[in-house]
């Protein structure tokens, strides 16, 4: 895509700070410059969304820090001393408690607006895997954050989560052990292991937040995908600039967005959680049902339908790993599922199984649930390595619109020149 | 400045290929304590052992202690169960071997998971070998599974009298920790 920029310092500072660092001139480029296709639905403004959420959990966490006592003996007290005495304290945790479900909902739709869009495929190979990597990081600290709050439910899941590691002993016997007590600092999951996990909690969402700066760079240099999955040719007739057009799009999605994360914030604060997460950590007791949070279920009952432990925890990171290897599995020329009426029978399968295995997550793993959850997950890992390589070699895709004008404005849109030019940023400063 | 192949090989070559490999290894070796630091350190070392009173726990019993920060299953057997876990033979079992700490390669016997003469006494890191749950069986009530032995809630891993894996996930049987017996009823574990 060719860049252009319409950007002109004005001001004699300005002029002066563009010649040393063109700070301004990079975000005028990146927010008000950047052609976006005009044809993108509202499954667009999640990546706007997942950016709030990140902020937010930021924000809220630097406060949560300010009361959180990171030990054994001081952990749940200290949650409890800032929800009940804390001015506002009750709010900034639920907030950063549905914080986490919220983004784990935006991170979901957006994953699946890529699947279905085809956003993966060549040229945007890296902006998936990065993406992919951005939920890696996310699902770490989530787990972490999840483990500091040193309920019943932190202190097993961390236990059981650690424990995945110690599979390693079937390959060379003693390295599992041994990975293990280091990731520890000790023989059992303890006061040294809830310092470590704190100190990587706060960590970890800053070098989330290098990775979402890579994620735009590596978005905008191929630029957005959009519904029809056909590239953008006319940036005069087809794009518009970001800047006002999808800041506010974004923007009323943002909004609707955030009612839904207010109902959980005001209302139902404990509706996502686990009761059993109100009890203090006892090392001498395991809860009678071990459940991680809804958005791990599916990758737990991945977990638990392979029969052998160090099988089940290669399915589990084999589950992920695999959204990574997209882009070279797909083969179908055309990007949109708008336009493969085979392929999109299968997305819908994969979705379907992904909501079964959720479900199943929650779930004892005995009798008819282990038997659907094998399904399920046999079924996940076919639509990747096996349907999605096949189904684009015999499906006959529809016809794709020649053009994204062509989509827009019907076959006669050609040399129609009714379009305006994207607005220019000047408008701002008549 | 790029070298070629018709140059001779100069001091300056070797000081640069010094310079680089000393770089390296010295970033490695700086890497060292970086990792090393997140072992268990010296105060969880020195937690080494913890003596336990056999004469108050009656036939049928089991009581639960800590080391190390590991919970230890203590089971003072009924002849029925002894009778129950030798009658096993070794080619029903998940996991052969005895998973003694001590004596790591022995067929997992009754007789090499216990000590001799002391057979009605079963000392085991309460663990399972699967996620490193507690599995349930100590308290009278407990589920303790097909093999009447323990049953972890987790992930449904039976282990029989022997706390031998039976069936379930887990790979490997209850692990036995070092422990010997200070006099008839008493034992120090580590």
């Known amino acids: ?430 | 400045m790029a070298i070629t192949m018709d140059e001779p090989v100069t001091r300056r070559d070797f000081i640069h290929i010094a310079a680089t490999a000393f770089t390296t290894i010295g970033a490695a070796a700086a890497l060292w304590p970086l990792i090393s630091q997140m072992n268990p350190d010296r105060s969880a070392l020195s937690l080494a052992s913890t003596e336990l009173d056999l004469a108050p726990i009656q036939e049928g019993q089991a009581v639960t202690v800590m080391w190390r920060g590991k919970p230890i299953f203590v089971r003072h057997r009924t002849a029925d169960e002894i009778q129950k876990a030798k009658a096993v033979p070794l080619s029903d079992l998940k996991d052969p071997i005895a998973r003694v700490v001590d004596a790591p390669d022995e067929p997992a016997t009754d007789e090499n998971r216990t000590k001799a003469g002391k057979e009605q006494w079963l000392v085991m890191i309460g663990i399972c070998t699967h996620l490193g749950c507690i599995p349930k069986g100590q308290k009278n009530g407990d589920e303790k599974g097909a093999y009447g032995g323990w049953f972890c809630p987790c992930h449904g891993s039976m282990y029989d009298t022997a706390g031998r894996i039976r069936q379930g996930p887990a790979p490997q049987n209850l692990a036995i920790p070092p422990y010997a017996f200070e006099t008839d009823t008493k034992i120090k574990i580590g």
């Open chain 1, 1 to 430: 895509m060719d860049h252009y920029t319409q950007y002109q310092p004005t001001t004699g500072f300005t002029r002066w700070l563009d010649s040393r660092l063109p700070l301004v001139r990079m975000a005028h480029e990146t927010i008000m410059d950047y052609p976006t296709p005009r044809n993108l639905n509202y499954m667009w403004t999640f990546g706007g969304v997942l950016a709030f959420c990140l902020g937010v959990q930021i924000l809220t966490g630097i406060v949560l820090a300010m009361y959180y006592a990171a030990n054994t003996q001081l952990a749940f007290d200290s949650i409890e001393h800032l929800m009940r005495d804390v001015n506002y304290g009750w709010l900034m945790r639920y907030t950063h408690q549905s914080g986490a479900s919220m983004f784990f909902i935006a991170v979901y739709i957006h994953i699946f607006r890529g699947l279905y869009y085809g956003s993966y495929k060549a040229p945007r190979e890296i902006l998936w895997i990065i993406g992919v990597l951005i939920l890696l990081v996310m699902m770490a600290t989530a787990f972490m954050g999840y483990s500091l709050v040193w309920g019943q439910m932190s202190f097993w899941a961390v236990t059981v989560i650690t424990n995945l590691f110690s599979s390693l002993d079937s390959i060379v016997n003693g390295l599992g052990t041994a990975l293990v007590q280091w990731i520890w600092g000790g023989f059992s999951v303890d006061n040294a292991t809830l310092n470590r996990l704190f100190s990587l909690h706060y960590l970890l969402p800053f070098v989330l937040a290098g990775l979402v700066v890579l994620h735009i760079w590596a978005l905008h240099v191929p630029g957005n995908n959009n519904p029809t999955g056909v590239d953008l040719r006319d940036i005069h007739r087809e794009a518009v600039p970001f800047h006002p057009y999808y800041t506010t799009k974004d923007g009323f999605a943002l909004i609707v967005f955030c009612v839904l994360y207010a109902y959980f914030v005001f209302y139902m604060p404990g509706y996502l959680g686990d009761a059993t997460n109100y009890v203090q950590a006892n090392p001498l007791q395991t809860p009678p049902h071990i459940v991680p949070e809804w958005y791990f279920l599916p990758f737990y009952a991945i977990l638990r339908s392979i029969p052998s432990k160090l099988g089940g925890v290669i399915a589990m990171f084999g589950s992920i790993v695999v959204l990574m290897l997209a882009p070279w599995l797909d083969t179908s020329r055309v990007r949109s599922t708008r336009y493969r009426p085979l392929y999109r029978w299968f997305f819908w399968a994969l979705v379907v199984s992904c909501l079964v295995l959720g479900w199943l997550g929650g779930k004892p793993p005995e009798g008819n649930y282990l038997i659907v959850g094998r399904i399920f997950t046999a079924y996940y890992f076919l639509h990747f390595l096996v349907i999605m390589p096949f189904v684009g070699i015999i499906e006959t895709p529809k016809p794709q619109p020649r053009s994204i004008a062509e989509s827009i404005l019907g076959p006669s849109a050609r040399g129609a020149g009714r379009m305006p030019h994207p607005a220019p940023a000047a408008a701002e400063t008549r």
